[in-house]
């Protein structure tokens, strides 16, 4: 089945240290998204990719970056992850810019800063 | 711009009663509105979309939501509510307004709980 694949599903980092998400998407979709979501709130838009345009919103911060390195793969670094970046991570894609468009999201990465 | 307002953090209901998700939206162009529900440790599964046409949209698991213009609503509905239903509920909304993004924003969720 076509589907969005995160990786790890779980993810401890220490206090500063580096970490990478990955986010795979098997549907062919331009568009690829990632979200932050805390405690059951709704997901926070970070950025998305329009094909290899990246947009980012003007609240993220600059700790996070993203790479997209073809159609299928999305990235999502944390240069210095604080204690405030514990969240679950969601990556979602869409076909196109179109305003009818579903998004498709994978499970998710949750991620432990300690 | 587009806004969305679930007014209800959470919703009980026993199992077999019909149950109401809350969805109220702004917007200054056409809405095009959707329903995404969230499992504990999952991500969003898309439920149902009402984009035009008939305003009564039914979706997956037996899900389905009214269209509702004059009173800026989108609630979600089902006739008889399981126990397997109880989970995280979002309703998003896109503004379909020359220039606007396509970007939607999403409700703060609500909570259903449905009791055995």
């Known amino acids: 089945d076509a589907m969005v694949i995160q990786n790890p599903r779980y993810q401890v980092t220490q206090f500063g240290k580096p970490v990478t998400l990955s986010c795979s998407q098997t549907?062919?979709?331009?568009?690829m998204y990632w979200y932050q979501q805390k405690s059951s709130q709704a997901p926070k838009l970070l950025f998305h990719y329009y094909d290899k345009d990246f947009n980012n919103e003007a609240d993220t911060p600059d700790n996070f970056q993203s790479r997209r390195p073809n159609t299928s793969f999305c990235f999502l670094d944390i240069r210095s992850p604080g204690l405030g970046d514990a969240a679950m991570y969601l990556c979602?894609?869409?076909?196109?810019?179109?305003?009818?468009?579903?998004?498709?999201f994978g499970p998710g990465t949750r991620l432990t800063v300690l | 711009a587009q806004s969305v307002a679930q007014p209800e953090d959470q919703v009980n209901v026993a199992e077999g009663n019909p149950l109401t998700v809350k969805c109220t939206y702004s917007v200054s162009g056409n809405p095009y509105l959707f329903w995404y529900v969230q499992y504990p440790n999952r991500g969003l599964q898309f439920l149902l979309k009402y984009i035009t046409g008939d305003n009564l949209v039914k979706g997956s698991y037996g899900f389905e939501a009214e269209f509702n213009k004059s009173q800026t609503s989108f609630h979600l509905k089902k006739p008889s509510a399981l126990v397997s239903d109880s989970a995280l509920y979002f309703c998003a909304v896109r503004d379909v307004l020359s220039g606007g993004s396509y970007i939607p924003t999403f409700g703060r969720g609500t909570s259903l709980i449905v009791h055995p």
């Open positions: 549907l062919n979709h331009n568009v």
């Open positions: 979602a894609t869409s076909l196109s810019g179109q305003f009818t468009d579903t998004q498709y």
